[in-house]
């Protein structure tokens, strides 16, 4: 199965004018205003090209980006991209409206990304293939701090007393790191504990127990003021037709 990918796609002149349109920074020139009104569109077109989008609902008004990173050749701040937040609103088609937000982010005219939060909710592109779990994101940084070392799965498990099939699952993601195992990594790749907790997200766990994850669940809402109801799990389900999910 291949992932959704909405991005790998060319800017229209049009957008990419309305993408660059930041009157909130302070400029030498003052920008010429920019037509808007292309974003919604744009927008509706990414988000219904997700199978599982409800067409219903539509990105109804938006407001002028904001430069997050941008393109430059400068010696002090080399950046090939440009990726800016563009906040607005998504309407149903009973009159509903949810907060919205868009992160875009484009090379010259071409799209690379594409995410989006809707109300709680963020929508963007998948590391795993469709059908497979996502990694947990500890593991990229594993990864790279045991290659930066030179320190092979063999040598890492050795020095934690660990499987090296445990290794392995906290290097590829496949398991989300335990403050202990975070915690005799550090010790054994010579990293402060504190700082590798907080890479791995860890740090308040390692507070407040070593040898047990604290473990949480979404807050309920009350009265039907979400278009996002939760299973027994904490897991989100939409209810009904009130929901941009079908």
């Not at 974003?39 to 077109?45: A, Q, S």
């Not at 909710?121 to 940084?141: D, I, K, N, S, Y």
Request: proline content about 10%; overall charge positive.
């Amino acid at each position: 199965m291949r992932r959704v990918d909405v991005a790998e796609r060319t800017l229209s002149p049009a957008v990419l004018k309305a993408l660059t349109y930041w009157p909130g920074v302070v400029h030498a020139v003052e920008p010429a205003p920019a037509d808007l009104a292309v974003l919604p569109p744009f927008f509706n077109d990414l988000l219904g090209e997700l199978p599982w989008w409800n067409s219903r609902w539509r990105v109804t008004q938006v407001e002028p980006a904001h430069p997050r990173e941008v393109a430059s050749d400068h010696d002090r701040q080399k950046n090939r991209f440009t990726e800016v937040s563009v906040p607005g609103t998504l309407g149903g088609d009973a009159g509903q409206a949810l907060p919205f937000f868009a992160r875009v982010r484009f090379q010259d005219d071409r799209l690379l990304r594409f995410q989006a939060k809707i109300a709680e909710m963020v929508v963007a592109p998948a590391l795993a293939e469709a059908g497979t779990p996502e990694p947990h994101p500890f593991g990229v940084v594993l990864r790279k701090l045991m290659d930066n070392r030179g320190v092979s799965v063999t040598e890492l498990a050795r020095q934690t007393a660990r499987s090296m099939s445990t290794i392995n699952a906290a290097r590829t993601g496949w398991h989300n790191p335990h403050p202990v195992l975070v915690r005799e990594i550090a010790r054994a790749l010579g990293i402060p504990e504190a700082d590798l907790a907080a890479m791995a997200g860890t740090a308040s766990a390692t507070t407040t127990s070593a040898t047990t994850e604290p473990t949480s669940r979404p807050r309920r809402r009350r009265g039907g003021t979400s278009p996002f109801a939760t299973t027994s799990d904490g897991t989100p389900r939409p209810r009904g037709n009130d929901h941009p999910f079908r």
